[in-house]
Every structure is written in C-alpha cells, then in structure tokens.
C-alpha cells in the first residue's frame, strides 16, 4: 500500500515556474514508477510525465521542454519541475504510483495549479 500526498500548487502568471512534490509513504518508494497526471474541468484526467524506477523519464508532447520530473528516493519524493507555464495547464494535478509506468494504482488526492493570463 501506498499513501501519496501532493503539495506545491497555486496560482502563478503565465511564464512564471511552479514545483510540485508528492510524499509517498507506507511503502518501498524505489520500487515504484511514479507518474504526475492532471485533469482540467471538463477534461479527462491526462498523463502529463512519468518516471521509471531507474528514473528515466516520458513526457506528453504538451509539457515537453518546459515540465521536469525527478525523484529522490532517499526522501520518498517525486517532483514536478513546471517552467513557462500557459493558463492551458490549469488544471488539478494529481500523483500516482505503479508497478510500471504502464500502471498506476495509487493515487494522491490532487493539487490545484491556476495559470493566470
């Protein structure tokens, strides 16, 4: 089992960088694949990057060049480097965890990122 609790959201201008950190705990964090999706009103809820236990990152085209994923198994942590933000990524952006970055089964409760204009 595995409890994922997400904090760095806000509200920040468009162009402006935002970090989001999700703690995983009850678990072995290294075994894990760790994924960060978001969902926007009216939209489904999409991948947006994911990392390996190895740590090799994957992206969505749309965040490609401006979003960083990391982890740092020493502290259970996953991170969401978001650089140039556009008022397009508004959204709730939820953590995840999985066996693989093909299946995520455990989920954060959400934080809300607002991009303004």
């Known amino acids: 089992q595995v409890q994922l609790v997400e904090s760095g959201g806000g509200l920040v201008q468009a162009g402006g960088s935002r970090r989001l950190s999700c703690a995983a705990s009850g678990s072995i964090f290294p075994n894990y694949a760790m994924g960060w999706y978001r969902q926007a009103p009216g939209s489904q809820r999409e991948l947006v990057a994911s990392?390996?236990?190895?740590?090799?990152?994957n992206y969505a085209d749309s965040v490609k060049g401006r979003f960083t994923i990391s982890r740092d198994n020493a502290k259970n942590t996953v991170y969401l480097q978001m650089n140039s933000l556009k008022p397009e990524d508004t959204a709730v952006y939820y953590c995840s965890a999985g066996v693989s970055t093909l299946s995520f089964n455990y989920w954060g409760q959400g934080t809300q990122v607002t991009v303004s204009s």
């Open positions: 990392i390996t236990r190895t740590g090799r990152p």
